[in-house]
């Protein structure tokens, strides 16, 4: 009975040791290697290092391994490491026109420079299961052309070109940083985009295709989506220039929205903007949505009273880590509370019966 | 685990929060935001208290955790083995012999002293919240000191049940000032928040630290007519026979048959142990 609640300390020894041993699963089967992860689930190790806000594929597998495939506990794991590394400094913002694109695609025009380019995707794939993969998953070489060297534009310079689509000041302010400051509202745009980049891809998910339903519509067309690798650079006090630290894969999506015009601006195009470290293509389209939906009042459109609009209501509640923990905690015990519960309504339903006797006897 | 920080997190974090909690002593009841940090452990588990706790622990602390009033529930054993890891500091489950007792849904029965820091785990710190579901508003109200719909709140139950139907986390002003959420703790609780002790309470998920200096006035809400009663089960502890201490009812059997025994397992086992006995004590410690 009361012993009930005692021995916490041995159950939860004994609960992490089965643990270990259901992450193992059958010891007959080759155990999974960090290598095999980051190479043949990449996707997942892309959806990792994005929500957990850290660039490393390796530290990404090892923590889909130890959570045994459930990808938001595995972004908790990297989220607590990464709050313990120490900071060296930033890197300057980095040139996605300069991106080596492995995919490249636009919605609004046929061809542009640069060209389209399909790259590794699922689009166009029939959804067939491959049994053939069950046994044997060994492919042939892909075709492979000469690399383009040039540098890929932009597909909405093309438009800004021609005043068609509204400008984006370029910005030397130091932008706010939401793992270092309290999120303050009215958040400003580099606060919003880091909130989505580092959302749920399922919440922002969510919320991109409650825009596209009629809840603050305003029409996207994908003007590009880039995948591919940028060098990362970092200036160097000690040299007083920047030099190359690293490389990194990133998707970038750039909507194109229409935009009727307002009191101060004439009609022209807006914009929404997706980034997310890896091929995350889902999560950046659905990024650049939102954003879009979210910069209603400094487009001066009106509040439709929608989700997406609320910026309070969407970066509230996007990070995974902070709901996945508050959904859970409800698992803990709650006994004393409860039982103050328990009283109260005990005690209510007495004196309502009371009265209920007293009118009964007073008939 | 030597290569983390002493109490986990590095200097540079725990003065940014000992700076929120200088703050929020200077201003009892509000809601102080700092950048609360991921911790090894999840959001609405007590990363706020932690946060507090590793940011006031010293090495020469002795640390006590509780969850429900005990020492032994299963988190409040995974929050002491995290700081006899990360610090490396002596921890006790008694009350009398702890400085720091990080605490979530209690405050000891045993009187606090002057040299002992109370911290609380928050899970929701604004009062407002369920009131009004934005941060924007609900500190405006703050500022304001617009706390009519609170009361407009607890008239709605009194007109409806006749009673106000708040049993926990029931909402204090504090020095005359911000009404504050003492935490979900159980009214009972309530009157010990004006105590010796430094009380602090952290929100790791929500960003907030907020604290009562030892002798702050803290007051709950009420009416002259309906004026607020700290209640608890209406028995005394089976095993130490305690009429004082908020209890725990515990389902004994498939009759449905309950005992009733203290939520603070410390003051139990003291009294206990000073041969105090209870109604079914022989079975209970058995």
Redesign the interface.
Known sequence: ??V??????K??ENAHAWLAEERRGDPGVAELSLAQIREQLSLAVNRVMAEGSLYDPDLAALAIKQARGDLIEAI?LI??Y???L?RFGCSTPVDTGGMACDRRISATFKDAPGGQVLGPTFDYTHRLLDFKLAADGAVPAAPSAAPRHEPTPHITEFLKDEGLIQDEPASDEPPGDL????????ADRPLRLQALTRGDEGFVLGMAYSTQRGYARNHAFVGELRIGTVAVEMEIPELGFAIEIGEIVLTECETVNQFKGSKTEPPQFTRGYGLVFGQSERKAIAMALVDRALRWEELGEDDLGAPAQDQ?FVL?HADN??A??????IK??????F??????VR??RR??EERLEAREAAE | MNE?NFA?L?EQTKRMIRRAILKALAVPGYQV????????M????G?GGVQVSAATLTPDDVFKVI????D???????IR?FFEKTAGVATTEETGKATIIQT???IPEARLRADQILVYQV?IPEPLRFLEP???ETRKMHSLQEYGLMHVKLYEDISQ???I?T???YPVRVADRYVMDPS?????DNPKLEMDAIQLFGAG?E??IYALPPHTRVVSLDFEDYPFEA???DHACN?CGAEDS?????I?DDAGNR?F?C?DTDYCRSRREAGHQGRLAQ??TA
């Open positions: 009975m009361y009930a609640v005692k021995g916490g300390e159950a939860i908790f989220r607590a990464r709050t313990t120490p793992t270092r400051e309290p999120m303050e509202f009215p309070e509230s880590i902070q996945t923990g508050f959904l859970e905690h803990l015990p709650h006994y004393v509370d039982q103050s519960e328990l009283e109260l005690k209510l004196e309502a | 983390y986990y590095d935001p700092f950048a609360s940090r991921e911790m090894p999840p959001y609405g588990w990363t969850d429900q009033g005990a032994d529930t299963t988190n409040a054993v995974s083995k979530r849904h209690r899970p934005r941060e924007t049940h006749g009673a139907s049993a926990y986390a979900p703790i159980p009214k009972f998920r960003q907030r209640s608890k089960a095993l908020y209890l725990d009812e515990v004994t005992m025994v939520s079975e209970g």
